[in-house]
T-cell receptor, first 115, second 114 residues
Framework: GEEVAQTPKHLVRGEGQKAKLYCAPI?????VFWYQQVLKNEFKFLIS????????ETGMPKERFSAKCLPNSPCSLEIQATKLEDSAVYFC?????????????FGSGTRLTVV | GENVEQHPSTLSVQEGDSAVIKCTYS??????FPWYKQELGKGPQLIID?????GEKKDQRIAVTLNKTAKHFSLHITETQPEDSAVYFC?????????????FGKGTHLIIQP
């Protein structure tokens, strides 16, 4: 079946380096969401998109995090000057129309380790 | 903003017994309540969801109940099997028709004892 494809699966960066994560939503899904899952399982909402437009970015640490969803390209989440506390699994999810109608489908995540 | 509390954090049950996980939410405007199952090294998988116009929903061995007045909802798994072992997350949101974000509980690690 169709799936949300996240790359890479694992990423190791030295503190201060840049990290870039990619997400290909399911074809036809208009909404994309990024979540950060830290060690104790907690999910933190980062940002959502409706097509290429940012819908809600209230969870984003804007000084270092940025995200894009451009037409005909995977969505991306970029972290400039990574810090140790950025170590987490980053999940992308997509939804067909409104979430309450169809729910989210999550990718399998990118594990970022900052050393 | 929304706040979701989930209990217990760990639940161990004998194979064949039932398991119940409970969540409460704070925002009375929330109208969509999904449950996700996350296995080790994988992304969360939607297993069942309920909307605020329904009090109960069942799908084979799993069921969800919602009490809007008390602002709590529960996941019930009957006849548990070893493959039910995983971390389960409840979530809540107000869906206004846009790309609204889910607020998750902190998860319940369900262990099925053979």
């Amino acid at each position: 079946g169709e799936e949300v494809a996240q790359t890479p699966k694992h990423l190791v960066r030295g503190e201060g380096q840049k990290a870039k994560l990619y997400c290909a939503p399911i074809k036809g899904h208009s909404y994309v969401f990024w979540y950060q899952q830290v060690l104790k399982n907690e999910f933190k909402f980062l940002i959502s998109f409706q097509n290429e437009n940012v819908f809600d970015e209230t969870g984003m640490p804007k000084e270092r995090f940025s995200a894009k969803c451009l037409p005909n390209s995977p969505c991306s989440l970029e972290i400039q000057a990574t810090k140790l506390e950025d170590s987490a699994v980053y999940f992308c999810a997509s939804s067909q129309s409104t979430v309450s109608t169809h729910g989210y489908t999550f990718g399998s995540g990118t594990r970022l380790t900052v050393v | 903003g929304e706040n979701v509390e989930q209990h217990p954090s760990t639940l161990s049950v004998q194979e064949g017994d039932s398991a119940v996980i409970k969540c409460t939410y704070s925002d009375s405007a929330s109208n969509y309540f999904p449950w996700y199952k996350q296995e080790l090294g994988k992304g969360p998988q939607l297993i069942i969801d309920i909307r605020s116009n329904v009090g109960e929903k069942k799908d084979q061995r799993i069921a969800v109940t919602l009490n809007k007045t008390a602002k709590h909802f529960s996941l019930h798994i009957t006849e548990t099997q070893p493959e039910d072992s995983a971390v389960y997350f409840c979530a809540a949101m107000y869906s206004g028709g846009g790309a609204d974000g889910l607020t998750f509980g902190k998860g319940t690690h369900l262990i099925i004892q053979p």
